[in-house]
């Protein structure tokens, strides 16, 4: 049980590197889909390696290629291009602080869609959320109206992935889950990718695909075999603080009280939504 909350942990810090190669990324003039192209790209090849060698076979049933169609526009276009485009215009620790509005989408969208009870729990981690959004563009360090709109829209996208996920997961593995996801995404990315990019950015492109991407989704799939998936989500909600702690410490990011406040809403209302 230990090595699954290990596991967990591990999983969470390589999520927390996606924002710092977002930025690093940036700094060689790539534009935002080109990223997520690539991201998606080698990501795939390493999922077909790791799926060949487990021995379990790649593609989802004909049948099922709509609903991968419909997961890899939300999930994968969208999702992706979202969250790093809210790198770009704002900061990497708004960006993680945003993306972890989710769990309020997920709480109406559970409602909705699979008639989840309305707990005062639940209650309480959306109005935690809500008003941690509102801390993080209070005092000196207001964002752009464009930053909160795509940072919120990221969360709900990224909530999005999760209800997929709770259907697509009752049919195949998550590792082929997520091939299927990502192979049906990409090509939602092709009309508004540059291939061109410059031999220096190929190392973080590739890293991006392997540590937030491949190494991260098999770390948590791996961990959810010891460990509960309400513990789990619980464990992996230190992603933010790993996110932060990495973009002070590389690009000498830092929020001011009312942001870091803030942020401690948003994670504190994640936690009461996941408990």
Known sequence: MRSGYILVFLAAAMWGTLGIFARLLYSFNLDTYTIVFYRVLFALILLA??????GLPLLASKRRLPFY???????????????FYTVKVSSVSFAV???????????????????EPLTSRKIAAFLSVLSGVFM???GGLEFSPIAIAA???????????????KFAVRHEEPER????????GL?????FTDPRVPMGALPYLLALAFFP??????????????????????IATVEPVIAMALAFLIFGESLGPSQIAGGALIILGSLLARH
């Open 49 to 54: 390696i790791y799926l060949k060698l487990l």
């Open 213 to 234: 991407t491949f190494l991260g989704y098999i770390l948590y799939n791996r961990a959810l075999k010891e460990v509960e998936v309400g513990r789990a989500s619980i």
């Open 69 to 83: 169609a419909a997961y890899g526009f939300f999930s994968v276009f969208l999702f992706y291009s979202l969250y």
């Open 136 to 138: 993080l563009n209070a």
């Open 187 to 191: 090509p939602f990315l092709l009309p």
């Open 177 to 184: 889950v997520l091939f299927n996801t990502l192979l049906l």
């Open 151 to 165: 940072g919120l829209a990221s969360g709900l996208t990224y909530a999005l992935y999760g209800v997929f996920a």
């Open 97 to 115: 602080l945003m993306l972890y509005t989710a769990p309020a989408y997920s709480i109406v969208l559970g409602r909705l869609l699979f008639g």
